[in-house]
């Protein structure tokens, strides 16, 4: 079956800009976080959405952002870009949460 | 919150050695995951693991929940093996956040 689907796979922007990041999670999957990689603070919890409701969130400033429709699907949004926001943007599917997650290949999102 | 200490940070190996890479955490939880990331970024799910251990292939996955630790060990490893292997915990009590450890960056010579 159809793994963890990531889009854009690669995104540069401007200081100031916006951007939206998506995720399409295995069928069946209803749990889909999110992660921010960098090379100086490793992988770090964004926020969790189950059946499109935020259950936990990261501590990350209010300009991330994220939701989840009916389907699953998952967007983030990162308002307001700054340098710092350039990382990997990671996002998992698991059933529940609670059972084995499934990465996707991820987004590598450069802020120049 | 749960800390994650992994160990060793970095390890090169000659094709062929048995491979062990550790984990340990100080909060109690459910289950523990071993990931596997390559250069480019993609991260593969290798174990899911709550108690004892976990066979695929070459790699093979222990924990001890009463000890707070896991161990990720690789038989006959391979060039291909070479990855940042990470490990990843709850939080805490019924979180869905995952807590990451640092990583090993494995290197393994022909």
């Known amino acids: 079956k159809a793994g963890v689907t990531q889009t854009p796979r690669y995104l540069i922007k401007t200081r100031g800009q916006q951007v939206t990041l998506s995720c399409s999670p295995i069928?069946?999957?209803?749990?889909v976080s999110w992660y921010q990689q960098t090379p100086g603070q490793g992988l770090q919890f964004l926020f969790e959405y189950f059946s499109e409701t935020q259950r936990n969130k990261g501590n990350f400033p209010g300009r991330f952002s994220g939701r989840q429709f009916s389907n699953s699907r998952s967007e983030m949004n990162v308002s307001t870009l700054e340098l710092g926001d350039s990382a990997l943007y990671l996002c998992?599917?698991?059933?529940?949460?609670?059972?084995?997650?499934?990465f996707g290949q991820g987004t590598r999102l450069t802020v120049v | 919150k749960n800390e994650v200490e992994q160990s060793p940070q970095n390890l090169t190996a000659q094709e062929g050695e048995f491979i062990t890479i550790n984990c340990s955490y100080s909060v109690g939880i459910s289950a523990l995951h071993w990931l596997q990331q390559h250069p480019g970024g993609g991260i593969v799910s290798l174990f899911m693991?709550?108690?004892g251990k976990k066979k695929h292939g070459r790699l093979i996955a222990t924990i001890n929940i009463q000890e707070k630790h896991s161990s990720l060990h690789i038989t006959a490893s391979h060039p291909r093996d070479s990855a940042v292997y990470i490990c990843?915990?709850?939080?805490?009590?019924?979180?869905?956040?995952?807590?990451f450890g640092k990583g090993t960056k494995l290197s393994v010579i022909p």
């Open positions: 998992a599917s698991s059933v529940d949460g609670n059972t084995e997650a499934f």
């Open positions: 693991l709550s108690s």
């Open positions: 069928s069946g999957h209803r749990s």
């Open positions: 990843a915990v709850p939080s805490g009590a019924g979180s869905y956040q995952l807590t």
